[in-house]
């Protein structure tokens, strides 16, 4: 009788196993078909028929045939669970509706935008990114220079913070508190040209606005007036050669506006835009110590720098036509734009900026005449040592009251004419070297007054930085005397001022 229920038993478990595999074969055919599971009641009747015998050899068999009959369940619930899934893919109900065959809910149109909607916001941020690559090393080499002419400069030198960089060998063969902290002055602006340059191309056509007005009273001005219609390049000039705070504030406000296409925003946060893309190109040309707030380099005790990272400025700088040639002018005189038909290259910036909004600025050129006269002759004489000449207004005395009354009154002039601060470029100045060839200068009262220059000769360029003069002029006497040793190395003898008086026999 037991071999007869074991008999019975096996028989069942096999109708069980087969009834699973036909129910799988149907399922793959996609019929389904209901399957009835096995009474528990037989089953139950079943096991205490065939209940095991405390004999363990039997008893160890017996768990051997349940464990394998629980691994065949579980393999064919995987399987159906696999076939499932299977089934559902290929269905397409697991597949992104872009790729579906099915695409009734979804128009090719939205296909399309899902597929290509961020790609020209990716390029267009890729394309706006300004770059700036370190022009050298800057690396401080000692031994250039002799232990007597060093000793000889720690003398006649007498401003504070002091680099002389040689282009040639890329290496600063000397330097005074190179690295300690200073406050740059007007120099800020070399950087505010290299940035705007990035920006705004030299034949663009700005119209100078209100941002004027945004600049501190005594500032050193280009004599701009609101309305002005100036190409770039003529801003450059008045950026660069009379040290315009007028002219830094309608530069970084319209290239702040050119760069993120939003004329609408107030000149305020234009200038805010502008600075933090100031800093981040002083970041990239290599400064470790410059941290800029205004465009114009009025003073604040967060807006600093130092010696050797203006000296980086200064050569990042050249590298940039514009600005290099600006720098290097020793006067210019510019038409005033009256009638834009007249311009024949305009940028697109120009038109896309008018159709814009009424309130942007445009660059031109501007000039008041009245104003160029005193200014030249101011520029010529020989000033207070208490007075920077490239940070002298040169308003009437009458205050800001009267002048706020006549610039209502004051007609946009068709000219205008600048004259650069900078004195070794000005011929019959003490100071004049016909080697310079730029680049800008710098006063306030707590940056001293200041002067970062450079020189040319038979391919050789020095770039001397002279930061918190003695004085007016000794600022240019220190830069000269710079100049005269750096060129001795090789060979080179150069001259300025009483050198051009010299007879020889």
């Given amino acids: 009788m037991k071999n007869d229920n074991n008999t019975n038993s096996s028989n069942q478990n096999d109708s069980n196993y087969t009834d699973l595999y036909s129910v799988l074969e149907n399922f793959a055919d996609h019929e389904p078909r209901h399957i009835s599971p096995p009474s528990r009641k037989k089953e139950t009747e079943t096991d205490k028929n065939t209940k095991p015998t405390r004999k363990p050899v039997k008893n160890a068999k017996k768990r051997k045939k349940k464990k394998s009959g629980y691994k065949v369940l579980i393999a064919a619930v995987l399987i159906l669970l696999f076939g499932s899934i299977a089934i559902a893919a290929m269905s397409g109900i697991l597949l992104p509706p872009a790729i579906t065959t099915n695409t009734s809910d979804v128009s090719e149109d939205a296909v399309e935008s899902s597929v290509y909607e961020e790609e020209p916001e990716e390029e267009s941020e890729e394309e706006s990114k300004l770059s700036y690559e370190p022009t050298g090393e800057f690396k401080v080499d000692n031994s250039k220079l002799t232990p007597a002419v060093i000793k000889s400069l720690e003398t006649d030198v007498t401003a504070k913070y002091i680099v002389l960089y040689d282009a040639t060998s890329d290496k600063i063969i000397y330097q005074r508190n190179g690295s300690k902290k200073c406050y740059p002055a007007s120099t800020t602006k070399m950087l ?121 400025i200064a050569a990042y700088a050249r590298t940039i036509p514009l600005v290099k040639n600006s720098c290097g002018k020793e006067e210019v005189t510019w038409d005033i734009i009256k009638d834009e038909s007249d311009v024949s290259t305009q940028s697109s910036y120009e038109s896309s900026a008018n159709e814009s909004s009424t309130s942007e600025s445009s660059i031109t050129e501007s000039s008041v005449t009245e104003s160029n006269t005193e200014s030249s002759e101011d520029e010529s004489k020989p000033a207070d040592e208490e007075t920077d000449d490239e940070n002298y207004n040169y308003d009437d005395e009458d205050g800001e009251e009267d002048g706020e009354e006549e610039e209502s009154e004051v007609s946009i002039p068709d000219e205008i004419y600048w004259y650069n601060s900078n004195r070794i470029l000005q011929r019959g100045s003490e100071s004049y070297s016909e080697y310079c060839d730029g680049m800008k200068t710098g006063f306030t009262d707590e940056a001293g007054t200041s002067v970062v220059a450079s020189a040319t000769m038979n391919g050789h360029t020095f770039i001397a930085v002279v930061m918190f003069g003695e004085s007016l002029s000794k600022k240019y006497e220190d830069a000269n005397i710079l100049f005269k040793e750096g060129f001795k190395l090789y060979g080179l003898t150069y001259k300025y001022g009483a050198d051009y008086n010299e007879t020889t026999e």
């Fill in 192 to 312: 505010t040209a290299i940035v705007a340059a990035k920006i705004i191309p030299p034949e663009t056509v700005i119209t100078v606005g209100d941002e004027i007005e945004m600049i501190e009273s005594d500032s050193s001005t280009a004599y701009l007036i609101k309305g002005m219609k100036l190409k770039f390049e003529a801003l450059m000039d008045a950026l660069l050669l009379p040290s315009g705070n007028d002219a830094a504030y309608t530069i970084a406000v319209n290239a702040a506006k050119m760069y993120t296409g939003n004329y609408d925003m107030s000149n305020e946060e234009a200038v805010k835009i502008f600075m933090e893309l100031e800093n981040e190109a002083a970041k990239e040309i290599g400064c470790k110590n410059t941290h800029y707030v205004t465009p114009d380099g009025w003073h604040n005790d967060n807006h600093y720098t130092n010696a050797t990272d203006l000296a980086k």
